[in-house]
């Protein structure tokens, strides 16, 4: 062994797939000493061989360990004794074996050890001896045995090897050509737990007889639907109605009988769709409704009877059968008993078929919730109907017909709510129909579209509600023009009324000026202000008056001064100050710097007077020097230093007195 030889077979060893590094050797490489070395590794490198160094034992060992290493041997080399040793470790390999090496001893090798070699036997070897041994170690090969070699034994010897191929969904049962048979395979398979239907449909047609279509309906009716015609007798399709009504459908017309079609509505009254027409008679319906209400859905409408619905009405307590119920009358006692609240009038009105709606219904559901006139038929809907309607609630002119809607409607809703001035008829909004009435009563200017709403409107409405009686604001939030707004609230002094109008006036129309006039009386109704009227002086005000009344002042507002007239009255507040304020320079950031050097905190007034030059006197200071108990505090601005001076106590002094100064120690920090 060369040390390239050596240095290569390493190279192999350190494959995990003994197959890659192999076939990427250069073919100058591959000596005898390598390539017997990948054969030993894997008879699949046999493929990468050199054909002057694939020798009888090279391939031997290849077809050992590799079932398509036949197709890669020399002709030269495909010997009986080669053939062998293949088919003695892989069956399948005797799918390379030539033709006239296909021996009766050499496939009886082959399926020994692969049964489904079975399908590469040839006819002139097949013989009932092989075909036994490889239906014996697997029973779904029975599909590769002839058809003149298929005896009930095989076929008995082949549903006890193997049952059911769950993987491929198939069953031994569709190769056995004997209904005998397949009558003992289901009820074998069946006691097992498998799907009769799946079972069923893999039989071969010509195979199926009275049994086995007898015994898979009995077991699982549905198997009706895959018999062929020829099949389904009166008692096959009895049985299966019998089990499952619903299957009547799937019975031929001919056969549909009176007792059959009993028996399948008494199994599912769905069934009486698929009963004949003259089969339809009162005794079916009566017992069809003993076993569920729902079967008048079906019945005949010539022969559905008041009785019907009422036993139907008083077996079941679901809404849903009201779809199916055609009398008026008895809809309106089912009305009167069962509709004491809103969601079950509203339930009764969802599951009646509007077909059968009478206006005198339509007046009763209307009399218990007004609500529901919107959802209404609109056939329904007439003169009398849509009076009251808008009567209740003026917004109900939305879903009056057009038809309906007469001056004298339309003011009657109007009158009710100036919101349904939006639902008037399009030859009705006018600006003079639209001044009339606001001079009628001046609140409708509610109701008159934005656009709509001119200087003059607004002044009819101002002058004949607040102009008048100062306490009338009925009009103040439809208001559009300003100015008139601002006269209300500079001649409005009580904060509770401050707060109502600002609550009420509209914000598209709110102004800074408004704004700040109506914090000035009452800052507490900052909240409700909109954001784009809060302006510095707003904000300095209101948190001034109220430091709580920074967490609605938007954050570009938040000035250092505010966030910390906020913090020293309430320090829960300091969740409010924005960050580029607290990590500046500026004085919010400088109280932080007292607060660390004083170890305690001052008044907003004191922080203000040390940052703008001053100086205070604050007791009971600790500095790394020592206890002061009384001190004056300064800072220079333009050292950036603060100054601690002594006070000497003053004793025996009546404060009338004039004091003469103390001296002072300076303690610069």
Request: aromatic residues 8%; hydrophobic residues 35%; glycine residues 2%.
């Given at each position: 062994m060369t040390p390239q030889e050596k240095?290569?077979?390493?190279?192999?060893?350190?494959?995990?797939?003994?197959?890659?590094?192999?076939?990427?050797?250069?073919?100058?490489?591959?000596?005898?000493?390598?390539?017997?070395?990948?054969?030993?590794?894997?008879?699949?490198?046999?493929r990468y061989v050199p054909q002057t160094l694939r020798t009888r034992a090279l391939c031997r060992m290849a077809v050992r360990q590799w079932p398509f290493a036949l197709e890669y041997v020399p002709e030269k080399l495909k010997t009986a004794s080669m053939y062998r040793e293949a088919v003695r470790y892989y069956g399948s390999a005797l799918a390379y074996v030539a033709a006239e090496y296909r021996t009766?001893?050499?496939?009886?090798?082959?399926?020994?050890?692969?049964?489904?070699?079975?399908?590469?036997?040839?006819?002139?070897?097949?013989?009932?001896?092989?075909?036994?041994?490889?239906?014996?170690?697997?029973?779904?090969?029975?599909?590769?045995?002839?058809?003149?070699?298929?005896?009930?034994?095989?076929?008995?010897?082949?549903?006890?090897?193997?049952?059911?191929?769950?993987?491929?969904?198939?069953?031994?049962?569709?190769?056995?050509?004997?209904?005998?048979?397949?009558?003992?395979?289901?009820?074998?398979?069946?006691?097992?737990?498998?799907?009769?239907?799946?079972?069923?449909?893999?039989?071969?047609?010509?195979?199926?007889?009275?049994?086995?279509?007898?015994?898979c309906v009995q077991n699982d009716p549905s198997c009706?639907?895959?018999?062929?015609?020829?099949?389904?007798?009166?008692?096959?399709?009895?049985?299966?109605?019998?089990?499952?009504?619903?299957?009547?459908?799937?019975?031929?017309?001919?056969?549909?009988?009176?007792?059959?079609?009993?028996?399948?509505?008494?199994?599912?009254?769905?069934?009486?769709?698929?009963?004949?027409?003259?089969?339809?008679?009162?005794?079916?319906?009566?017992?069809?409704?003993?076993?569920?209400?729902?079967?008048?859905?079906?019945f005949k409408p010539a022969l559905l009877t008041r009785e019907d619905c009422e036993v139907a009405y008083m077996n079941t307590t679901s809404w849903k059968i009201l779809r199916f119920i055609p009398f008026p009358d008895l809809l309106e006692r089912i009305l009167d008993e069962r509709c004491h609240s809103y969601s079950a009038t509203q339930s009764f009105l969802n599951h009646v078929n509007p077909d059968v709606l009478t206006p005198r219904l339509a007046e009763k559901i209307f009399i218990k919730e007004p609500e529901l006139f919107?959802?209404?038929?609109?056939?329904?809907?007439?003169?009398?109907?849509?009076?009251?309607?808008?009567?209740?609630?003026?917004?109900?002119?939305?879903?009056v017909p057009e038809k309906f809607k007469t001056p004298e409607l339309c003011m009657s809703a109007i009158r009710q709510t100036p919101f349904s001035i939006a639902y008037l008829p399009d030859t009705m909004k006018t600006r003079r129909f639209y001044l009339s009435l606001i001079e009628e009563n001046p609140r409708n200017l509610h109701g008159i579209p934005l656009d709509n709403r001119t200087e003059e409107m607004n002044r009819i409405a101002f002058e004949n509600s607040y102009g008048r009686d100062s306490s009338d604001f009925s009009a103040i939030g439809a208001i559009t023009r300003p100015e008139l707004l601002l006269q209300v609230l500079r001649k409005e002094n009580d904060p509770e009324k401050i707060d109502r109008l600002v609550n009420i006036i509209s914000s598209?129309?709110?102004?800074?000026?408004?704004?700040y006039e109506a914090m000035r009386k009452n800052s507490q109704s900052l909240h409700l202000l909109p954001e784009k009227v809060i302006s510095e002086r707003i904000a300095d005000l209101t948190v001034h008056a109220d430091p709580r009344a920074i967490q609605w002042i938007p954050r570009h507002l938040r000035t250092a001064d505010i966030c910390l007239y906020a913090e020293t009255n309430y320090p829960?507040?300091?969740?409010?100050?924005?960050?580029?304020?607290?990590q500046s320079e500026n004085i919010y950031s400088f109280h932080r710097r007292?607060?660390?050097?004083?170890?305690?905190?001052?008044?907003?007034?004191?922080?203000?007077?040390?940052?703008?030059?001053?100086?205070?006197?604050?007791?009971?200071?600790?500095?790394?020097?020592?206890?002061?108990?009384?001190?004056?505090?300064?800072?220079?601005?333009?050292?950036?230093?603060?100054?601690?001076?002594?006070?000497?106590?003053?004793?025996?002094?009546?404060?009338?007195?004039?004091?003469?100064?103390?001296?002072?120690?300076?303690?610069?920090?």
């Amino acid at each position: 062994m060369t040390p390239q030889e050596k240095a290569d077979i390493d190279l192999l060893d350190q494959d995990t797939t003994h197959i890659d590094l192999f076939r990427t050797l250069p073919v100058e490489r591959r000596t005898e000493v390598v390539c017997r070395h990948a054969i030993e590794l894997s008879g699949e490198n046999i493929r990468y061989v050199p054909q002057t160094l694939r020798t009888r034992a090279l391939c031997r060992m290849a077809v050992r360990q590799w079932p398509f290493a036949l197709e890669y041997v020399p002709e030269k080399l495909k010997t009986a004794s080669m053939y062998r040793e293949a088919v003695r470790y892989y069956g399948s390999a005797l799918a390379y074996v030539a033709a006239e090496y296909r021996t009766e001893s050499l496939c009886m090798q082959a399926v020994r050890n692969d049964p489904w070699a079975l399908f590469f036997v040839p006819e002139k070897s097949m013989t009932p001896k092989i075909c036994i041994q490889a239906i014996k170690a697997d029973g779904m090969v029975l599909k590769y045995v002839p058809p003149t070699l298929k005896t009930p034994d095989l076929c008995r010897i082949a549903l006890k090897a193997s049952p059911y191929d769950h993987g491929r969904l198939q069953s031994v049962l569709e190769d056995i050509p004997f209904p005998e048979i397949c009558l003992e395979g289901l009820k074998k398979y069946r006691q097992e737990g498998f799907d009769m239907m799946g079972l069923l449909a893999g039989i071969a047609p010509t195979v199926l007889d009275d049994q086995i279509a007898l015994y898979c309906v009995q077991n699982d009716p549905s198997c009706l639907m895959l018999l062929p015609e020829d099949l389904k007798t009166d008692r096959i399709c009895y049985e299966a109605v019998q089990r499952d009504g619903i299957l009547l459908h799937n019975v031929p017309s001919r056969m549909r009988s009176a007792d059959m079609c009993e028996a399948a509505v008494l199994n599912n009254v769905h069934a009486l769709q698929y009963v004949p027409d003259n089969l339809h008679t009162r005794e079916l319906y009566r017992k069809a409704l003993e076993v569920d209400p729902f079967a008048i859905r079906h019945f005949k409408p010539a022969l559905l009877t008041r009785e019907d619905c009422e036993v139907a009405y008083m077996n079941t307590t679901s809404w849903k059968i009201l779809r199916f119920i055609p009398f008026p009358d008895l809809l309106e006692r089912i009305l009167d008993e069962r509709c004491h609240s809103y969601s079950a009038t509203q339930s009764f009105l969802n599951h009646v078929n509007p077909d059968v709606l009478t206006p005198r219904l339509a007046e009763k559901i209307f009399i218990k919730e007004p609500e529901l006139f919107s959802v209404l038929p609109l056939r329904l809907r007439d003169v009398s109907l849509c009076e009251a309607a808008v009567k209740v609630n003026g917004n109900n002119l939305k879903y009056v017909p057009e038809k309906f809607k007469t001056p004298e409607l339309c003011m009657s809703a109007i009158r009710q709510t100036p919101f349904s001035i939006a639902y008037l008829p399009d030859t009705m909004k006018t600006r003079r129909f639209y001044l009339s009435l606001i001079e009628e009563n001046p609140r409708n200017l509610h109701g008159i579209p934005l656009d709509n709403r001119t200087e003059e409107m607004n002044r009819i409405a101002f002058e004949n509600s607040y102009g008048r009686d100062s306490s009338d604001f009925s009009a103040i939030g439809a208001i559009t023009r300003p100015e008139l707004l601002l006269q209300v609230l500079r001649k409005e002094n009580d904060p509770e009324k401050i707060d109502r109008l600002v609550n009420i006036i509209s914000s598209r129309v709110m102004t800074e000026e408004m704004a700040y006039e109506a914090m000035r009386k009452n800052s507490q109704s900052l909240h409700l202000l909109p954001e784009k009227v809060i302006s510095e002086r707003i904000a300095d005000l209101t948190v001034h008056a109220d430091p709580r009344a920074i967490q609605w002042i938007p954050r570009h507002l938040r000035t250092a001064d505010i966030c910390l007239y906020a913090e020293t009255n309430y320090p829960d507040l300091k969740i409010y100050v924005p960050e580029s304020i607290s990590q500046s320079e500026n004085i919010y950031s400088f109280h932080r710097r007292v607060d660390d050097l004083l170890r305690q905190p001052l008044k907003y007034e004191e922080y203000k007077t040390i940052y703008n030059g001053g100086a205070v006197v604050v007791e009971g200071v600790q500095t790394s020097s020592g206890f002061l108990d009384r001190c004056q505090v300064s800072y220079n601005r333009q050292k950036d230093r603060f100054a601690l001076s002594l006070i000497s106590p003053k004793q025996g002094q009546s404060p009338k007195e004039h004091v003469k100064p103390q001296p002072r120690q300076k303690l610069k920090l």
